[in-house]
């Protein structure tokens, strides 16, 4: 796959041991921390405009809390995990680049309340093209909808070259997270599954390679670009709707007189069903269920 000392792909051209990440959030900074724990012959480095949040990652006091972070970062800081402002020298320095910022829903113009709003993941493609020397894989990590990698696609297709051997090329990967609030770490360490999508095989395997240092290769699922961004909307989606069925079920309960806990405890030992997401409460929390569904509902 690769040449010399192992560091350059031999048909992608791309350096292999280097990885930046844009975005130092919820989603980035756990998730390069473990890249940087399971591969430590992989330096990481994790850019963000937003100074205090680098400044607090550097920091004693991180800017989130997960069970597991805080020790995951200390043992891996300064060594080959790294936190910067400077998103110019990151990009430079690695050629597998993910954008992991944030992917609200749009508060304005068209689809306001429901789309959702791809600025920044926008901007971070304008940015990969403008200080980019040589060929990159860009890794979407963030949610967004399907066939944004259309749209970054064009930014950064119309700043390649055909120079040389390889030239300036960019191919795009998906490759959504599935963490929960509280276990993320446990999610990062020992997933259900990681899902990868592309349309050119060898950059795909450059990614499959970096999480089967500790992934399992039957766990690393691999699917066309459209998939891989649909599956995370679909996932959510499906989520919720047990919260939401679970629920519906609660209120008939309460006419009829029997115990919710007791008929999800009933319905949840079928293994066809399971037992997750079968609690009922309110309505399902979280910051990504909503946001997800009226995306979802926004393409359809």
Known sequence: MSSEEG?????????????????????????????????????VTIVDLNEARINAWNSDSLPIYE?????????????????????????????????????????????KGRAADLRFIESVGRTIAQYSTRSKIVIEKSTVPIKTAEAIARVLTANETSGGTIGKKFWILSNPEFLAEGTAMKDLDAPDRVLIGGQVDDAVQVLVDIYANWVPRDKILTTNLWSSELSKLVANAMLAQRVSSINSIARLCERTGADVKEVSRAIGADSRIGPKFLNASIGFGGSCFQKDILNLVYIC
């Open 7 to 43: 560091q350059v792909h031999s048909r992608l051209g791309i350096r292999l041991n280097k990885i930046c990440c844009i975005g130092a959030g919820y989603v980035g900074g756990p998730t390069m921390a473990t890249i940087a724990a399971k591969c430590p012959h992989i330096t």
């Open 67 to 111: 069970p597991g972070l805080d020790e995951l970062v200390r043992s891996c800081r300064g060594k080959n995990l790294f936190f910067s402002t400077d998103v110019k020298k990151g990009i430079e320095e690695a050629d597998i680049i993910f954008a992991s910022v944030n992917t609200p829903t749009k508060t304005q113009g068209v689809g």
